[in-house]
Antibody, heavy 123, light 107 residues
Framework: QVQLQESGPGLVKPSETLSLTCAVSGYSISSGYYWGWIRQPPGKGLEWIGS???????YYNPSLKSRVTISVDTSKNQFSLKLSSVTAADTAVYYC????????????????WGQGTLVTVSS | AIRMTQSPSSLSASTGDRVTITCRASQGISSYLAWYQQKPGKAPKLLIY???TLQSGVPSRFSGSGSGTDFTLTISCLQSEDFATYYCQQYYSYPITFGQGTRLEIK
């Protein structure tokens, strides 16, 4: 059974960098699939942040691209998110996810989700 | 970016009802559409991908249809555990985008 677990600070100060890690169990990241981050501000909808393939290829949401870095550590079977220069608008539940690529397209859907972790941006 | 618009935004129904939720894409996305169910305080759960393929373990009362720009999610006989928020998501192109959600409430 594939399981994903987010970890990282629950409180980040404005202008600082949000850092989260997703530990994967039950499946080896290096075996395939895409691995990504999706967030959900309190009471609002879902926003895709970005994804990484096990080889290291990345896709980012253009609205966040200048501030986002996603990396993978296959030796630890985990991947990470860094979001710089955060503001209150970045307050959200952050989910890590395993993503399946569509046939003949680059886009992906999510088949496994982490439980989510709330990150609040506040001084 | 492709904009996904769901209707209605909220819906009241009773156990046993048949309900349909619509998702419209701002441009054609073939059948590259997924549906998710989210309950309060929980992560979303995949229901359907490729517009109409039921994810393993999802009850057969859920079904999806459509292609191009117009899609529907149908729940044939509502159960108590189906009251939740539903999201569509296109994966035809990046950035991946979600609909705003449809909240299904008990009447």
């Amino acid at each position: 059974q594939v399981q994903l677990q987010e970890s990282g600070p629950g409180l980040v100060k404005p202008s600082e960098t949000l850092s989260l890690t997703c530990a994967v169990s039950g499946y080896s990241i290096s075996s395939g699939y895409y691995w990504g981050w999706i967030r959900q501000p309190p009471g609002k909808g879902l926003e895709w942040i970005g994804s990484i393939y096990h080889s290291g290829s990345t896709y980012y949401n253009p609205s966040l691209k200048s501030r986002v870095t996603i990396s993978v550590d296959t030796s630890k079977n985990q991947f990470s998110l860094k979001l710089s220069s955060v503001t209150a608008a970045d307050t959200a539940v952050y989910y890590c996810a395993r993503q399946v690529r569509g046939i003949a397209v680059a886009g992906t859907w999510v088949d496994y989700w982490g439980q989510g972790t709330l990150v609040t941006v506040s001084s | 970016a492709i904009r996904m618009t769901q209707s209605p935004s909220s819906l009241s129904a009773s156990t046993g009802d048949r309900v349909t939720i619509t998702c419209r894409a701002s441009q054609g996305i073939s059948s590259y559409l997924a549906w998710y169910q989210q309950k309060p305080g929980k992560a979303p759960k995949l229901l359907i991908y490729a517009a109409s393929t039921l994810q393993s373990g999802v009850p057969s009362r859920f079904s999806g249809s459509g292609s191009g720009t117009d899609f529907t999610l149908t729940i044939s006989c509502l159960q108590s555990e189906d009251f939740a928020t539903y999201y569509c998501q296109q994966y035809y192109s990046y950035p991946i985008t979600f609909g705003q959600g449809t909240r299904l409430e008990i009447k």
